[in-house]
């Protein structure tokens, strides 16, 4: 894990690490056109700030939509549900910023491993995939699930995974 790194999200999305440390991980995001929309998702403790640099991306922040087009910016508070999506024609780019970066980066790095091993899909990564890193990351990561989602299902998933052989 280092600058310059490059990690694949799903086959829409790539990030680029640009900084890396325990306050700050600042990353260049990509994304392809595409009719995708991520996981809705929250950190429970940390803060992201996007600037768009090129193109056009959709945010549902909360309850509101909105489009972000080159030169804006939006913040996401922790522990607001969120996803972002390229909803233009062309390719998008904006700078990201997570803090404190705590374990995002190798939450970053996990996915793309998952994807190269086999576990992923064009929306990211599998099923039984995406539990086990809801489990290992939960303190940077968790899906917008109903709780009793994310506390019976995603652990008997996650524990599937393992067994399978899933290596993050």
């Not at 995708?36 to 996007?50: A, G, R, T, V």
């Not at 056009?56 to 080159?70: C, M, P, Y």
Request: glycine residues 8%; charged residues 25%; hydrophobic residues 35%.
């Amino acid at each position: 894990m280092a600058q310059g790194d490059v990690y694949e999200l799903n086959d829409h999305e790539k990030v680029t690490v640009v900084t890396s440390s325990a306050e700050l991980l600042e990353l260049d995001a990509d994304w392809e056109p595409s009719k995708h929309k991520p996981l809705p998702h929250f950190h429970p403790s940390q803060d992201e700030h996007f600037e768009i640099t090129e193109g056009q991306v959709s945010v549902k922040l909360g309850g509101e939509t909105r489009v972000l087009n080159a030169g804006d910016t939006v913040d996401v508070p922790r522990g607001v549900v969120h996803t972002f999506w390229n909803s233009g024609t062309t390719s998008a780019r904006a700078k990201w910023q997570v803090r404190p970066a705590q374990r995002t980066e190798e939450f970053f790095e996990s996915i793309d491993s998952l994807r190269k091993q086999g576990h992923g899909t064009s929306a990211g990564v599998s099923p039984p995939a995406g539990a086990l890193l809801a489990q290992e990351f939960s303190a940077e990561f968790r899906p917008a699930l109903p709780q009793v989602a994310r506390t019976l299902f995603l652990p008997a998933l996650a524990a599937f995974a393992k067994r399978r052989g899933y290596k993050l």
